[in-house]
């Protein structure tokens, strides 16, 4: 930790950057001089980046967006840790007081196979909104809803569904299992949507498609609980179980549905 | 000045009662079959609640959808960062809330610069957006019986906001996001991410595509339909420094504009009361705390300047409740104008607290010893957890700082009644069109408008527009004048990279956003944009003369991205200020110092300036065209705002 109004000094970025999806990549080191402690660490590659440019040199490329921890658009593994060592903490909430000056910071872009790189930092997480296309949601065309209040949720399961529903889909989980699974990611989406009355209609199609899609692009989950600690949201984990649960019970019940047919 | 009426400004308000028009209007409007739908190409560009909901539902009744964004993936949009809620005149707490009352508050909360007929249209399908967002599972806030709970916020006495913890924003876009991706999945829909919309192209009067820029690739492609919706969100990162997501700009919206489509009182933009205060010279953005906030939190700074204690040591005979002194009616939940422009005062009296003295407290110590420290958690758990992570200041013990901040842009393209632009078959949705929250907005009410548009209302009138052209060829993207707009989008992103100069897009943005800010912020003077208007020409030219883009044109990159957005900026910066200099009355969030009464309130002047000013692009925007369309009020009677 750095004092409140005080300044880091004599910082080491090892930065990888890769010019395209083919390119062969490497680490550079750039150094940061002095910045302040109440910067944000996305605000100090913002500070490098502008040096860069005046000085000729092509700025670091690194998704971002909304800096508030909600839109999921930031990423990097800062010293081996997605989102760095804050816990619950998006890359873009993390400041530079949770570092000291004269150390050495490596940022990566997220390592996994159904996550390629783009250029630098920026990788492509379209594998996520293939597993929400192929289930992610109730079926409720615009237009024919009935009045809200017909549908009473029990407080405890609109809770439960909310805490699940909380995922801004960053790929942290992902980037952090050793396996590149997704299974946190599929869970939480799982699990908020079949946990309520609303969603129960699609409850075993759901799960079903939302699984095997997410296998054709990522690992398999073998219960590190990495992507837990990893997650900005602190979605537990208690998703991907109860995720299994409604897939395993899909293969009977869609088995089912099948003989009637 | 000019005040005809121009016929091109023509809203189309249907005929009859105001709680008819939106009905008459649907049983006159034109049908296109269901089997003819899929013979109309409609291209969305944006993918936040007003695009992500158009996108869906024009692909659910049948229509050729195709859906554009800049972000990764539509999730990103910045609709998300919404934290507070969605209003909906539900009546559910039986508190004495109807339509007509929503229809009230939003037009007085814009300080009647709104034009009646969109107004109640709005307060009217609020109710169905509740029931379309439960019915997509939204998990909203609820009580113990598993009904929906709410809550109230700014400019309103009864409680008819609708809510999911801090995150209303992030539920409701994934609600619209998970529809969208089901017509992804289907084939409804064909998206294009990562691509950003360079121009609009005009054909015979009509708008007949887009020409687009691919962020990955720097390739330039046109994509011709019968119809597109611009749903692009707000130009409130003029100011550099604003609440907004730091890829947020006005580049669709001004390109349109450039094209024809009139744009509609640039100066009126809203800064939001409750924001983190600037902490250092390298800050790139600023973070809201919810206004929700305000339901328990009291603001205060010390009676005395420069009394720097820490606040535990100011004892309560010697604070300053500002907005309970001076609002006491609607005390700490008084408008956010309002209430901005009292932090302001206080902080420019030298009151102001924290390190850099730029803000006031907001206190949660008598909320705590009511509620208890759990129901405050519950409430606004998150809010204190992401305070904390920004300030390094945990608000359970002493109170947050705040400060306003650019939040929203009330201001945007000129739409009629149908959300049209001036150009035919061009429409424009969300916080990118001007049309329903006049000169200031209410909270929870930018969720509710742009859920409205996207549902409720194009939907609708698109067809209106469409039924007509059954059959009829369309120009396609072989027409030359996609070719010219490809060849002038490619022209100006390689100008960016010839101009090799020394100095950045970001800082000419800072120092953009600096004067307007300075200059067309919360306080206005003459003299104050005059000067900015000497001074946005100067920059602009030098920005033109000494930036430096590296990299190339043909693979990511983000520079060369900012520099076509921070150009754009430039030019919407002088419009502000000349449709700020030209109002000369203070009303909502454009409040001109030479237009106050004599307690420092907004002075309006209904005579001359109950009119939208819908400026018209001739080549400069420090030449545009100030055109009139004249506000009638017929439902409410135009009255001085008071929240005492």
């Given at each position: 930790m750095t004092a409140h109004g005080q300044h880091l000094t004599n910082l080491t970025l090892t930065i990888w950057r890769q010019a395209g999806p083919e390119a062969h990549g490497a680490f550079e080191s750039y150094r940061i001089d002095s910045i302040s402690a109440e910067a944000s660490f996305l605000e100090m590659l913002d500070v490098l980046n502008e040096r860069l440019i005046e000085e000729g040199r092509e700025a670091v490329v690194f998704d971002h967006d909304c800096r508030e921890g909600i839109c999921g658009t930031c990423s990097l593994m800062i010293d081996g840790q997605a989102h760095g060592p804050q816990k619950g903490t998006a890359t873009c909430q993390l400041h530079m007081r949770k570092f000291q000056s004269n150390a050495t910071i490596v940022i990566e872009p997220w390592r996994a196979t159904a996550f390629p790189i783009i250029k630098d930092l920026m990788v492509d997480r379209a594998a996520f909104d293939r597993i929400v296309e192929s289930g992610g949601f109730i079926t409720a065309q615009t237009g024919g809803a009935p009045d809200a209040n017909l549908i009473p949720v029990p407080k405890p399961v609109a809770d439960a569904a909310m805490d699940a529903a909380e995922c801004i889909g960053c790929g942290a989980c992902v980037a952090a299992c050793p396996n590149g699974a997704a299974n946190l990611f599929t869970g939480a989406k799982v699990t908020h949507l079949n946990l309520l009355p609303q969603g129960q209609a699609e409850r075993y199609s759901r799960v079903e498609a939302m699984v095997e899609t997410m296998e054709e692009h990522f690992g398999s989950c073998t219960n590190h609980g990495e992507c837990e600690g990893a997650c900005p949201k602190s979605i537990s984990i208690d998703v991907i179980a109860l995720m299994n649960r409604d897939y395993l019970k899909a293969k009977i019940a869609n088995r089912k549905q099948l003989a009637r047919s | 000045m000019n005040t005809a009426v121009d016929s091109r400004l023509n809203s189309k308000i249907p005929a009859g009662a105001i709680e008819d028009k939106w009905d008459n209007y649907k049983s006159d409007m034109?049908?296109?079959?269901?089997?003819?739908?899929?013979?109309?190409?409609?291209?969305?560009?944006?993918?936040?609640?007003?695009?992500?909901?158009?996108?869906?539902?024009?692909?659910?009744?049948?229509?050729?959808?195709?859906?554009?964004?800049?972000?990764?993936?539509?999730?990103?949009?910045?609709?998300?960062?919404?934290?507070?809620?969605?209003?909906?005149?539900?009546?559910?707490?039986?508190?004495?809330?109807?339509?007509?009352?929503?229809?009230?508050?939003?037009?007085?909360?814009?300080?009647?610069?709104?034009?009646?007929?969109?107004?109640?249209?709005?307060?009217?399908?609020?109710?169905?957006?509740?029931?379309?967002?439960?019915?997509?599972?939204?998990?909203?806030?609820?009580?113990?019986?598993?009904?929906?709970?709410?809550?109230?916020?700014?400019?309103?006495?009864?409680?008819?906001?609708?809510?999911?913890?801090?995150?209303?924003?992030?539920?409701?876009?994934?609600?619209?996001?998970?529809?969208?991706?089901?017509?992804?999945?289907?084939?409804?829909?064909?998206?294009?991410?990562?691509?950003?919309?360079?121009?609009?192209?005009?054909?015979?009067?009509?708008?007949?595509?887009?020409?687009?820029?691919?962020?990955?690739?720097?390739?330039?492609?046109?994509?011709?339909?019968?119809?597109?919706?611009?749903?692009?969100?707000?130009?409130?990162?003029?100011?550099?420094?604003?609440?907004?997501?730091?890829?947020?700009?006005?580049?669709?919206?001004?390109?349109?504009?450039?094209?024809?489509?009139?744009?509609?009182?640039?100066?009126?933009?809203?800064?939001?009361?409750?924001?983190?205060?600037?902490?250092?010279?390298?800050?790139?953005?600023?973070?809201?705390?919810?206004?929700?906030?305000?339901?328990?939190?009291?603001?205060?700074?010390?009676?005395?300047?420069?009394?720097?204690?820490?606040?535990?040591?100011?004892?309560?005979?010697?604070r300053d409740y500002i907005l309970e002194r001076l609002y006491p009616s609607f005390g700490n939940l008084a408008p956010r104008d309002i209430s901005s422009r009292a932090a302001k005062r206080a902080v420019d009296s030298g009151r102001g607290v924290g390190p850099l003295q730029n803000g006031v407290y907001l206190d949660f110590a008598d909320a705590i010893a009511r509620l208890g420290k759990d129901v405050v958690q519950e409430r606004y758990g998150n809010l204190f957890e992401m305070y904390e992570r920004i300030s390094g200041e945990n608000p359970y013990d002493q109170p947050m700082r705040i400060y306003p901040a650019s939040h929203y842009t009330m201001g945007g393209l000129w739409v009629d009644y149908e959300l049209m632009t001036s150009i035919p078959g061009l429409y424009c949705a969300g916080e990118a069109n001007f049309s329903d929250h006049g000169a200031n907005r209410l909270g929870a009410s930018a969720l509710m408008q742009g859920l409205a548009d996207g549902y409720f209302v194009l939907p609708y009138t698109i067809g209106n527009y469409l039924a007509p052209m059954l059959n009829k060829p369309m120009p396609g993207v072989d027409h030359p004048a996609f070719q010219a707009a490809e060849r002038a989008a490619s022209d100006r992103y390689r100008r960016y990279l010839d101009i090799k100069g020394t100095r950045s897009p970001d800082y000419f943005h800072r120092l953009l956003g600096k004067i307007i800010w300075d200059y067309c912020g919360m306080e206005r003077t003459e003299q104050g944009l005059e000067k900015a208007l000497s001074e946005l020409p100067a920059l602009y030219d030098e920005f033109q003369k000494d930036l430096r883009v590296t990299g190339d044109g043909v693979s990511t990159n983000q520079t060369l991205e900012k520099a076509g957005r921070v150009d754009d900026f430039f030019q919407l910066g002088m419009l502000m200020c000349r449709d700020a200099l030209e109002r000369r009355e203070s009303c909502g969030g454009h409040f001109r110092a030479e237009y106050q009464d004599d307690e420092g309130e907004a002075k309006r002047d209904d005579e001359n300036f109950a009119h939208v000013a819908a400026w018209e692009w001739t080549g400069n925007p420090m030449e545009s065209i100030r055109n009139v369309e004249p506000l009638e009020f017929e439902a409410i009677h135009l009255a001085t705002r008071s929240y005492k």
């Open positions: - | 034109k049908l296109v079959n269901p089997n003819n739908k899929r013979k109309f190409k409609v291209i969305v560009v944006g993918t936040g609640l007003a695009g992500a909901s158009a996108a869906a539902t024009l692909a659910e009744l049948g229509y050729q959808v195709e859906a554009f964004t800049f972000h990764d993936s539509p999730r990103r949009a910045h609709s998300i960062a919404a934290q507070g809620g969605i209003n909906a005149a539900k009546n559910y707490r039986g508190d004495g809330d109807s339509i007509h009352r929503l229809f009230y508050d939003t037009i007085k909360g814009g300080d009647f610069r709104a034009r009646e007929g969109n107004v109640h249209r709005l307060a009217q399908v609020s109710v169905d957006i509740i029931d379309q967002m439960v019915a997509q599972g939204v998990p909203f806030a609820r009580e113990y019986g598993g009904l929906l709970d709410n809550r109230s916020f700014g400019g309103s006495q009864v409680s008819r906001t609708f809510y999911a913890r801090g995150q209303t924003g992030q539920q409701l876009l994934l609600g619209a996001y998970q529809q969208l991706a089901r017509q992804i999945g289907i084939g409804g829909v064909t998206l294009h991410n990562r691509v950003e919309l360079v121009d609009t192209v005009v054909v015979e009067g009509r708008c007949a595509g887009i020409v687009v820029r691919d962020l990955l690739t720097g390739e330039i492609q046109p994509h011709a339909a019968h119809a597109v919706v611009l749903a692009t969100g707000g130009y409130g990162n003029v100011f550099f420094l604003s609440t907004n997501a730091m890829n947020c700009n006005v580049t669709a919206a001004w390109r349109a504009h450039r094209q024809g489509a009139f744009f509609a009182n640039p100066c009126y933009t809203q800064i939001h009361p409750t924001c983190i205060p600037q902490s250092d010279e390298t800050q790139s953005k600023l973070t809201l705390m919810s206004e929700s906030l305000r339901n328990d939190g009291r603001v205060w700074v010390p009676l005395q300047p420069g009394d720097n204690r820490p606040s535990a040591q100011i004892p309560e005979g010697e």
